[in-house]
């Protein structure tokens, strides 16, 4: 089942621009984590942001975590060609038994 | 070191056939999980085992049936192989918690 959804589907930068991506969730989690999947490889994990967490950063990602509005946000500065990759977002909870329920993803393209 | 491994990484078969995926981890990891990912990138939970038990089952026909020899392999295999059961099939493991997770390369399982 799909509780998370991205926003936008797609987003076409310049490289060096910042690049927002919008995440909104239906129900109580107890984390929210976003993965990266580049063109016809597996994902990679991003960041994890807990429920009693706000922001958090790692490199140049920045994740905030809006409990009251059921929504998340990942934040990419300056952007580089290499970041060209669908990016998900999935959420946790533990009376689900930590089943992770994911978005439908956005596909970010980076222009040299 | 590959952390989680999966093959074969391509399956070409016909419909009707019977076949299996292998997943192993070297990670120390005592959740694995099987996900199958569609054209559109929906990426979609089919089962997921704790210490070699079954603790999440989504609904998935019965011609699939996973199984866990031990913390480190899960093993997928599929009978009576169907036009729908095209995708991309991905193996991850992780701590049990809502911890993060751990992808494999993915199969792409074509069924003609």
């Known amino acids: 089942s799909q509780q998370g959804e991205e926003d936008p589907q797609a987003l076409s930068i310049q490289e060096g621009e910042n690049a927002t991506m919008n995440c909104s969730y239906k129900?109580?989690?107890?984390?929210l984590q976003w993965y990266r999947q580049n063109s016809g490889r597996g994902l990679v994990h991003l960041i994890l942001?807990?429920?009693n967490e706000r922001e958090k950063h790692s490199g140049r990602l920045r994740v905030t975590l809006d409990t009251s509005k059921k929504s998340s946000s990942l934040l990419i500065t300056a952007s580089r060609a290499a970041d060209t990759a669908s990016y998900f977002c999935?959420?946790?909870?533990?009376?689900?038994?930590?089943?992770?329920?994911w978005g439908a993803g956005t596909k970010l393209i980076i222009k040299p | 070191d590959t952390a989680v491994s999966q093959t074969p990484k391509y399956l070409v078969t016909q419909m009707g056939n019977d076949k299996s995926i292998k997943c192993e981890q070297n990670?120390?990891?005592?959740?694995m999980y099987w996900y199958k990912q569609d054209s559109k990138k929906f990426l979609k939970i089919m089962f997921s085992?704790?210490?070699?038990?079954?603790?999440i089952n989504e609904t998935v026909p019965n011609r699939f049936s996973p199984k866990s020899p031990d913390k480190a392999h899960l093993n997928l295999h599929i009978n009576s192989l169907e036009l729908g059961d095209s995708a991309v099939y991905f193996c991850?493991?992780?701590?049990?918690?809502?911890?993060?997770?751990?992808f494999g390369p993915g199969t792409r399982l074509t069924v003609l």
């Open positions: 999935a959420t946790a909870r533990m009376d689900s038994n930590y089943q992770l329920i």
């Open positions: 129900t109580s989690i107890n984390n």
């Open positions: 942001i807990r429920s």
């Open positions: 990670l120390g990891h005592d959740t």
């Open positions: 085992y704790n210490n070699k038990e079954l603790i």
């Open positions: 991850a493991s992780s701590h049990w918690g809502g911890n993060e997770q751990f």
